[in-house]
């Protein structure tokens, strides 16, 4: 199946400093890619969509200006987390769907784990 | 996209079919149902999908029934590596509603 890498697999930063985690389509070209977030025990949560050369989409309270998003070409979107917390400590996973196609792939997710 | 119910987990025995079941009673005629599965720490994964007749591929089996209000994910000689979180979804397969909204899951435990 297709490929979706993230980068980097988990980080630890000190609280108020900014993490920027990159997910790229690796054999197929995202016009739309999906963000997600997923605590401990619980089910993926999507945050976001991401439109290649667009805004991009928030869900019902995910703040945008706490989570940049930026999906400057058809192989790269990024999820920057500003003035990280330790409640922001969570797996943060990207999903791409190859352009006319159906089924989403997903990345192998982040870890950021905020002190 | 319409809601799904699945039992939370079950346990199955290695080398025997594994069975997982998923309520989709309010599908609409254009929503697909999507299997994924999850293991720990890792993304999920795609299964197969199916709209109306039963899919075969090389991981699993996906049985809809007529009225398309359920279907059956059916894993056909369960392996230890099989043990993860399954998620059953149904959307619409176009352009604009794409995203995929995801449940409780059922947490599969294979068992040697």
């Known amino acids: 199946g297709a490929v979706v890498s993230q980068h980097p697999s988990w980080v630890i930063c000190k609280s108020g400093t900014s993490v920027k985690i990159e997910c790229r389509s690796l054999?197929?070209?995202?016009?739309?890619m999906f963000w997600y977030r997923q605590f401990p025990k619980q089910s993926l949560m999507l945050m976001a969509t991401s439109n290649e050369g667009s805004k991009a989409t928030y869900e019902q309270g995910v703040e945008k200006d706490k989570f940049l998003i930026n999906h400057a070409s058809l192989t790269l979107s990024t999820l920057t987390v500003t003035s990280a917390h330790p409640e922001d400590s969570s797996f943060y996973i990207c999903?791409?769907?190859?352009?006319?196609?159906?089924?989403?792939?997903f990345g192998e997710g982040s870890r950021l784990t905020v002190l | 996209d319409a809601k799904t119910t699945q039992p939370p987990s079950m346990d199955c025995a290695e080398g025997r079919a594994a069975n997982l079941p998923c309520n989709h009673s309010?599908?609409?005629?254009?929503?697909?149902v999507y299997w994924y599965r999850q293991i720990h720490s890792q993304g999920p994964q795609y299964i197969i999908h199916g709209l109306k007749n039963n899919e075969t591929n090389e991981m699993a089996s996906l049985i809809i029934t007529e009225d398309r209000k359920s279907s059956t994910l059916i894993l056909p000689h369960a392996t230890l590596r099989d043990t993860a979180v399954y998620y059953c979804i149904v959307r619409v397969a176009t352009a604009a509603g794409n995203k995929l909204t995801f449940g409780g899951g059922t947490r599969v435990l294979v068992k040697p």
């Open positions: 999903s791409a769907r190859i352009r006319g196609a159906g089924e989403l792939f």
């Open positions: 309010t599908i609409s005629g254009n929503e697909y």
């Open positions: 054999d197929f070209q995202a016009t739309t």
